[in-house]
């Protein structure tokens, strides 16, 4: 997910200082996405004593933590590159290598390609013992196509 | 694409991590232009031109038969 995620037109050490600063912003909120989600389920349980299945609560919990845990070691392994100017550089080349970039894209479109195949046939399959499972699978599939309409227009404004 | 990468390189006695880090793309980039396993973009093509010295046609071999044109 490299270039997906990651990708930057960084040219200088510089410039890409500024992009890891804004990228460990991110990381900030992400963390505290998941210490929200990770204290509410905990509050839910021990506080507010809520009806919810222990699966469930261990779900939220086990996610929380999980985003916590990963946006703080990705904030960590960001600082750590800022002091250091080799590290740093070779992080900026693999994050703004044209090939990565496009490798990624080539990858995100065939699971993009995959996935929607796979909610397809889930649907028709789990929809015999399930039908809730047509109705959520076919909302998931109009929401990725209403995305890709928007998001093709707005590019095609903007190229 | 055939490119002339590798043969101006050796020329010039320049290593493809030392190419790789002045036109800002990785060692492997390099190699898969090198092979034609990979077609750079104009801004690439560009900048190997200017590291070389020399224009994209005298580096990048365009084959219409191979592009479909």
Redesign the interface.
Known sequence: MRGLLCGTTANTNEEYKQVVKIRMYRFLCLGLVGAITFVTALLAEFYWKLDVKEQMLGVYTGAGAGILGASVLLWIKNKRLLGNEEKLKASRISNADERIKEISNKAFKMAAVIMLIAMYATALIGGLFYPVLVELLLAIVSIFVFAYLVSYFVYSKRM | MQTKIQELRKLKKVTQNEL??AV???R??II?LECGR?N??L??AHKIAQFFEVSIEEIFIFNQEDENL
């Open positions: 790789a880090d800002n793309v990785t492997q980039t898969s990979y750079a973009s801004i690439l």
